[in-house]
């Protein structure tokens, strides 16, 4: 399609289906591939308190932060994790294209991990610095096997995300506006003061942060 | 699947029966997704309900319908439901795509939900790749319609009245004369499936597509949204029909920001 400058882009399809991938039936080595690598994009959540045999409770939880990306991670790294107040009480394994997290929570700044912590002096609170890229198809994996492990009555959860200023909808240029800052989404059970602005129509938020 | 807005007051999950389901297939130039933003917007819906699934891709962003600060805050997410009972109307919108090899399961989840809720019809907005097309199909109306036979028998008669034309079938082997047909809608997405497996389902369903290339699709929006209106007269249409559907807010700046004044 022709742009604003009249340079032509290539659009890619929006029926987000290729003609192959429908026209062609599955073969059984094919389902048998699609499992393996199913399997191998499998998300494994491991709590520390998880010994073989134990019967899992569901964690009591009152206020969940989850930071998703390097900034938001390093943010909190910065300001708010100390080894005095704070635990480790989780990781998340995964594979995919981009990344490979690992079950150790001995990490390096630059490493792609995703680990949970609690707050020593109240255990309701917890904390996720998730750095490395959770892929499309375990979004969805990632919320049911975290949230699954949550008591989720009365909980609050905030999430912390970061995006290109680029990427940003404004009748303006981005070139002339004041960055970097903040924007919000709230569901209309939260009830406390926001903040920050809402975050306007037409901008969207995707991937990890809006599962 | 779908799971109802809560509304407050202990009010009961909302009854689809003998409903119209009005729905979008993610296609070329997202149309059917555009007209049926026009459609959910001119008719100030209630949103009913949403899906939870996780075979498209997720987001979140604040009403793309809103008219004011007031109602600006409701937070909207991939795949919502809204009706209108006074014309036994529900629609669904999708706004994401799918997520690779999940556009199965969910063409499964979503006829058992139509099945299940007891809706009377389905309506899928779509389209198709223009450059496709035959010389034949080249020339004339770029709008075209399909109807499952149970549909068929139903309204069949007044399709007729309204002079449309039938999505052609295409040889299964291009080239080769004597070959079977089939129907082929690149660009569709889901929407062959959805209308082979309705038909084998005993579901009464309509496709209405348009041929379009991706570029700005709102005029194709507008064009299959007065087609729909055609039949279903969802607004009144002896005027010029387009200028009564409204364009939601959320259309702003589809083509970028403005631009850097240092620029020029």
């Known amino acids: 399609m022709a742009t604003f400058f009249g340079e032509v882009v290539v659009a890619p399809s929006r029926a987000g289906l290729d003609e192959e991938e429908e026209a062609r039936e599955e073969t059984p080595e094919d389902r048998e591939i699609r499992r393996e690598i199913e399997k191998k994009r499998e998300i494994d959540v491991l709590w520390t308190w998880q010994s073989g045999g134990c019967a899992e409770e569901p964690l009591v939880c009152s206020r969940f932060i989850v930071a998703i990306g390097r900034n938001a991670a390093a943010f909190l790294s910065s300001f708010i994790l100390d080894s005095v107040c704070w635990e480790v009480v989780g990781v998340v394994k995964l594979w995919n294209e981009w990344c490979r997290t690992s079950s150790t929570t001995n990490v390096l700044p630059t490493d792609s991990f995703c680990l949970f912590y609690r707050l020593i002096s109240d255990p309701t609170v917890l904390l996720c610095q998730c750095s490395c890229y959770v892929a499309e198809d375990q979004q969805f994996q990632w919320l049911e096997k975290v949230f699954g492990s949550m008591q989720k009555k009365g909980l609050q959860v905030t999430i912390l995300s970061t995006c290109p200023v680029a990427d940003y909808k404004t009748q303006e240029s981005t070139l002339t506006l004041a960055s970097p800052f903040l924007k919000a989404l709230k569901t209309k059970e939260f009830q406390e003061q926001v903040c920050c602005p809402l975050l306007e129509q037409p901008n969207i938020v995707r991937d990890l942060p809006a599962a | ?264």
């Not at chain 2, 007209?35 to 899906?51: N, P, Q, R, W």
């Open chain 2, 1 to 264: 699947m779908f799971v109802p807005c809560d509304r407050g007051g202990g009010s009961a999950a909302p009854d689809f029966k003998g409903f119209t389901l009005l729905m979008p297939a993610v296609s070329v130039g997202n149309v059917g997704q555009l007209a049926i933003d026009l459609v959910i917007s001119t008719l100030d819906m209630t949103k009913v309900g949403y899906f939870y699934t996780d075979c498209l891709v997720p987001m979140v962003g604040n009403n793309p319908y809103a008219t004011a600060e007031e109602n600006s805050t409701e937070l909207s997410i991939n795949a919502e439901v809204y009706s209108l009972p006074s014309k036994k109307l529900v629609v669904l919108q999708i706004r994401s795509p799918f997520i690779k090899n999940k556009y199965r399961p969910f063409c499964e989840t979503l006829l058992s939900w139509v099945k299940s809720s007891k809706c009377a019809r389905v309506v899928l907005l779509s389209s198709s790749h223009a450059y496709q097309r035959d010389d034949e199909q080249l020339l004339g109306t770029p709008l075209r319609y399909l109807l499952t036979p149970d549909l068929e028998k139903a309204v069949g008669g007044r399709i007729q009245e309204l002079n449309w034309k039938e999505m052609e079938k295409v040889a299964a082997y291009p080239g080769i004369s004597d070959t079977d047909k089939v129907l082929h809608i690149p660009g569709g997405g889901i929407t062959k499936l959805l209308f082979t497996e309705s038909c084998s389902e005993g579901i009464q369903m309509a496709v209405l597509l348009k041929f379009c290339s991706e570029g700005d699709n709102i005029p194709d929006a507008f064009v299959l949204v007065n087609y729909l209106n055609e039949w279903l007269q969802l607004i009144k249409s002896e005027v010029n029909p387009s200028s009564l559907w409204k364009i939601p807010s959320s259309w702003r700046l589809l083509f970028g920001n403005g631009l850097p004044p240092a620029l020029f």
